[in-house]
T-cell receptor, first 115, second 116 residues
Framework: GNSVTQMEGPVTLSEEAFLTINCTYT??????LFWYVQYPGEGLQLLLK?????DKGSNKGFEATYRKETTSFHLEKGSVQVSDSAVYFC??????????????FGKGTLLTVNP | GAVVSQHPSWVICKSGTSVKIECRSL??????MFWYRQFPKQSLMLMAT?????????EQGVEKDKFLINHASLTLSTLTVTSAHPEDSSFYIC????????????FGPGTRLTVL
């Protein structure tokens, strides 16, 4: 079956530090890959996605590249801000072409950015 | 953006009672809604998928008689945990999709259920 493994947190960084949150997956077929972010007290929000191998998703300074050879989708940001403090979830879907159907989530990584 | 609300955000109940959780899409019509369960430090696990006006499709291992899902309108789905027990204590999250289950899901903030 499908599964997603992401680095366990919590991750604590200083403002303007470089962020990497590792995510690897196992899947049958050709899944789409996603990063969701959950700010305190809010629902999960789609941060970025990639629908096929070598695609790069990007949003709000965050990036992740769909690496089929290493089955990875690591999240990166060059300079984090305090406002980036949140829980980040890596996910994959059974549907191709960016479909969100039947999402499989990682356990989430709590990021805290200190001023 | 699309907004999904859940009510209540937090509920405590006695063992053996039933609890209903509401999920509403506030600014769009949700043809499909999803219910997830999240244990502490665990990932979200899909419990069921419901389309407006039809019966929910439950994931393997989820008791349909235990977790009753109703999606009676395009803006409301409810999850009723029947005869709740302490092992049902968890964080329940809904999401809603417009135009069918292949489209982007918008998530509610979740409901924390504690069964004493």
């Amino acid at each position: 079956g499908n599964s997603v493994t992401q680095m366990e947190g919590p991750v604590t960084l200083s403002e303007e530090a470089f962020l990497t949150i590792n995510c690897t997956y196992t899947a049958t077929g050709y899944p789409s890959l996603f990063w969701y972010v959950q700010y305190p007290g809010e629902g999960l929000q789609l941060l970025l996605k990639a629908t096929k191998a070598d695609d790069k998703g990007s949003n709000k300074g965050f990036e992740a590249t769909y690496r089929k050879e290493t089955t990875s989708f690591h999240l990166e940001k060059g300079s984090v801000q305090v406002s980036d403090s949140a829980v980040y979830f890596c996910a994959l879907s059974e549907g191709s072409g960016g479909s969100n159907y039947k999402l499989t989530f990682g356990k989430g990584t709590l990021l805290t950015v200190n001023p | 953006g699309a907004v999904v609300s859940q009510h209540p955000s937090w509920v405590i109940c006695k063992s053996g009672t039933s609890v209903k959780i509401e999920c509403r899409s506030l600014d769009f019509q949700a043809t499909t809604m999803f219910w997830y369960r999240q244990f502490p430090k665990q990932s979200l696990m899909l419990m069921a998928t419901s389309n407006e006006g039809s019966k929910a499709t439950y994931e393997q291992g989820v008791e349909k008689d235990k977790f009753l899902i109703n999606h009676a309108s395009l803006t409301l789905s409810t999850l009723t945990v029947t005869s709740a027990h302490p092992e049902d204590s968890s964080f329940y999250i809904c999401s809603a999709a417009w135009g069918g289950f292949y489209n982007e899901q918008f998530f509610g903030p979740g409901t924390r259920l504690t069964v004493l």
